[in-house]
């Protein structure tokens, strides 16, 4: 069963399109995420995809039917999609709890179900004034849970917010979906965010679709360095290193390679050699920036006695 179905949707804007010819469709608790760069168009399909904002081409369909646009609707929106815009807003100096009642359709226990999926029981009796930036967004969603959506939409859920606050909006997220029943759309800029979350995830540049797949093919099989470099750090190998690591290689290709792709080993009949140039210390791991054949790569590795001039053997695993 379908839940969600985009079809050839696309919006303009001053004749030209903003996002153009959206395929894709959703099933029921599957977790999707849409990145791409400032710009790329992500909020405009999450707001066509709600019904704020008016298609110019195609069609979306919520279990069946078609969404209305603004200019279709007396009041903008779909009565079971909700749209948590990254703008979100609380009125200030009332109490958190007076503050969710007013939009509640639930029973109490109900609500109180939502308040500790988000983690806001110990909030309530706090003025709206008196909280952190990831306190309010989750009280601003606790808000629009109580309205019973079947479809949650998330405009940049991540942004602002620092890591503490990062896993605990992922955390709830994930509590939604699994013990609420309610899919989820997000977008995100900072799409390395998306890798633990999304079941799927779809690459958007200037309003269009480029990749899309399970978030281990889109990190480990991106399709240009657009794609690549949404999702952390990589290496882009020259045709000459290409060759070095795979013999097999086109005499022209060049490769997109993570870090972490790369592993330092015993000089074998299959090694390629690199010096040393600089060693990072990340908490769990070093990155260590190797000159190979001329070419400056980066390496990610646990191995913590390397230093500046070190000689190394590197051998390269595609996943």
């Not at 399109?17 to 909020?43: C, H, R, W």
């Not at 200030?92 to 109180?112: C, F, G, M, P």
Request: net charge negative; charged share 25%; aromatic share 8%.
């Amino acid at each position: 069963m379908v839940l969600l179905e985009v079809v050839g949707a696309g919006k303009k804007e001053k004749e030209n399109f903003t996002v153009k010819d959206i395929n894709f469709s959703q099933q029921p608790l599957e977790k999707i995420a849409i990145a791409g760069e400032t710009g790329s168009g992500k909020t405009t399909l999450l707001k066509m995809i709600g019904g704020l904002a008016q298609l110019d081409e195609g069609n979306i369909y919520y279990d069946g039917k078609r969404v209305l646009g603004p200019l279709e609707r007396l009041i903008p929106g779909h009565p079971q999609i909700a749209y948590l815009s990254q703008h979100f807003e609380l009125r200030n100096n009332y109490r958190v709890e007076e503050e969710l009642e007013s939009k509640n359709l639930l029973t109490q226990e109900a609500a109180n179900n939502i308040y500790r999926i988000c983690r806001i029981e110990h909030l309530l009796k706090r003025k709206t004034d008196q909280l952190s930036g990831g306190e309010r967004q989750r009280i601003v969603l606790a808000r629009l849970l109580t309205t019973s959506p079947k479809l949650l939409l998330l405009d940049e859920p991540f942004s602002n917010l620092d890591a503490i606050h990062k896993n605990i909006i992922k955390s709830v997220l994930l509590d939604i979906g699994t013990q609420l029943n309610t899919s989820c759309i997000l977008v995100s800029h900072d799409a390395a965010d998306t890798l633990s979350w999304a079941d799927s995830i779809y690459v958007l540049k200037e309003g269009v679709i480029v990749q899309q797949g399970s978030p281990q093919k889109i990190y480990n099989e991106p399709i240009n360095e657009y794609c690549a470099g949404l999702f952390g750090e990589y290496n882009l190998l020259n045709a000459a290193n290409a060759k070095q690591f795979f013999p097999n290689a086109n005499d022209k290709e060049q490769l997109i390679v993570r870090p972490e792709q790369f592993s330092i080993v015993i000089e074998g009949s299959n090694t390629v050699k690199g010096i040393v140039q600089a060693v990072y210390f990340f908490g769990s791991c070093y990155v260590v920036d190797v000159l190979v054949n001329g070419q400056l790569l980066r390496v990610r590795t646990e191995e913590k006695d390397l230093v500046i001039g070190d000689e190394i053997f590197l051998v390269l695993r595609i996943h």
